[in-house]
């Protein structure tokens, strides 16, 4: 089933913050970066289960899939999936909630 995906505003500030400190080095790789995550969000319009149940959260429905380092983290809903937001991969989601 096809869902619509969508982008949280938080998703968004995450990835304009990573693609702006890439960009100190190299916009190229910086859009290249947005580029990559977009299409790789795209994807979940299709295959919405394929990433991993997120470890910190244990809840089916909340899944994360890694993109050069950095966690898409997503929400699966009836009909659509909701990207709640892109981290790096270190970061402890369990010690961000305290």
Do not use: N
Not at 32 to 44: D, M, Y
Not at 55 to 78: H, N, Q, T, W
């Amino acid at each position: 089933m096809a869902r619509q995906v969508r982008g949280s505003h938080e998703a968004a500030t995450d990835l304009e913050s990573i693609a702006e400190y890439i960009s100190r080095d190299s916009t190229f790789y910086a859009a290249a970066f947005v580029e990559e995550v977009l299409s790789v969000a795209a994807t979940l319009e299709r295959f919405s289960g394929r990433g991993r149940v997120v470890p910190e959260v244990g809840e089916e429905i909340i899944r994360e899939l890694f993109v050069k380092g950095y966690r898409l983290l997503y929400r699966i809903g009836d009909d659509s999936v909701l990207v709640l937001g892109v981290i790096h991969g270190w970061r402890d989601l369990g010690r961000a909630r305290e």
